[in-house]
């Protein structure tokens, strides 16, 4: 007897700040990834079905995305993580590149 199905996995890639297109307020955003994995004897062997959304924290509303836009959306989160407009490092006090140290002139 072989026993075969699919296992769902869910992954958060970001919490993004955008306007809501089904309750229309400023929220958060999360971005999310869902994975169907075809599995034979309850071990996950490989991806089937990839898809990606969005889900509002407001409202609850979620909306399906291509890979294109989901790919750009986190492209521009990881951009403003430092808190650098679009991506442009920005020189700190105290910061420098790994193996220098910040406080020599």
Known sequence: ?????T?????Q???L?????????????TLRKRVTKFTLFFVPLFPFSTKFA????????EQ?????QADALL???????????YGQAQQQPGYAPPGQN???R
């Open 54 to 61: 969005t889900q509002c924290t407001f409202c609850g509303g």
């Open 7 to 11: 296992r769902g996995y869910l992954y």
């Open 102 to 104: 910040p406080y020599q």
């Open 13 to 15: 890639l970001a919490i």
């Open 64 to 68: 399906q995305i291509p890979k294109e």
């Open 75 to 85: 492209a521009q989160h990881h951009a403003g993580q430092d808190g650098a407009p």
């Open 17 to 29: 700040t955008m306007v809501c297109g089904w309750c229309g307020n400023p929220a958060a955003h």
């Open 1 to 5: 007897m072989i026993i075969f199905g």
